[in-house]
């Protein structure tokens, strides 16, 4: 089944702990993003990624990093969380951005919590 | 400036009846596609239905229509012969091809179907 495979599902950790959110897609996709959705703010990039070793930040990159060393994984880390990361997180694939007619497939989202 | 407005923060239908979700769009560019994708309470980003700026007819995937109205910037979601399954939050979002990088959402329409 093609699909976007996003762990944990949910997380909780305490400021400043180091946590990695993994992202897997087995749809061969070239593009590769991660947004976090917040009430209010609805959903904003944070990193995308437009093929292996390719990245770039989005509208709020700020406290992020991410590494694109194969095709079908696309890793968020969070070196030291804070309390305004709590937020739900989402990672999507698709094809290249070549074609803007391509719709992204979403992860099940992770729901992480920084206290 | 917002590039996608959604106008209608809630609606409430009785089950079996069609409704129609709102969506206007702002670009410069000729070619961009339009999505529609589905929130339900579990949180998951489900992708719905595809119209892209060039295509002559609108978009149908089942229950699921897209009016799309180019001169109006319009892109309009319909959804006959509503079910209760169909209660989630829906997202009217946009790739341009100069920003092919993101995609851009709209803040969201709630919709309720009353049994």
């Known amino acids: 089944e093609a699909q976007v495979t996003q762990n944990p599902r949910y997380l909780i950790t305490v400021t400043g702990k180091k946590l990695t959110v993994t992202c897997s897609q087995n749809?061969?996709?070239?593009?590769m993003s991660w947004y976090r959705q917040d009430p209010g703010l609805g959903l904003r990039q944070i990193y995308y990624?437009?093929?292996?070793?390719?990245?770039d930040k989005g509208d709020v990159p700020e406290g992020y990093k991410v590494s694109r060393k194969e095709k079908r994984n696309f890793p968020l880390i969070l070196e030291s969380p804070s309390p305004n990361q709590t937020s739900l997180y989402f990672c999507?694939?698709?094809?290249?951005?070549?074609?803007?007619?391509?719709?992204?497939?979403f992860g099940n989202g992770t729901r992480l919590t920084v206290t | 400036a917002q590039k996608i407005t959604q106008t209608q923060p809630g609606m409430f239908v009785q089950e079996k009846e069609a409704v129609t979700l709102d969506c206007t769009y702002d670009?410069?560019?000729?070619?961009?596609?339009l999505f529609w994708y589905k929130q339900p309470s579990s949180g998951e980003m489900i992708f719905l239905i595809y119209?892209?700026?060039?295509?002559?007819q609108n978009a149908t995937e089942g229950r699921y229509s897209l009016n799309f109205q180019k001169a109006r910037k319009s892109a309009n979601l319909v959804i006959s012969a509503s079910q209760l399954g169909d209660s989630a939050m829906y997202f009217c979002?946009?790739?341009?091809?100069?920003?092919?990088?993101?995609?851009?959402f709209g803040q969201g329409t709630r919709l309720t179907i009353n049994p």
């Open positions: 990624s437009m093929n292996v070793e390719v990245t």
């Open positions: 979002a946009m790739r341009e091809v100069q920003g092919a990088q993101k995609l851009v």
């Open positions: 670009t410069s560019d000729q070619s961009y596609g």
């Open positions: 119209q892209g700026s060039y295509d002559e």
């Open positions: 999507a694939s698709s094809l290249s951005t070549g074609y803007y007619n391509s719709p992204l497939h």
């Open positions: 749809m061969n996709h070239e593009y």
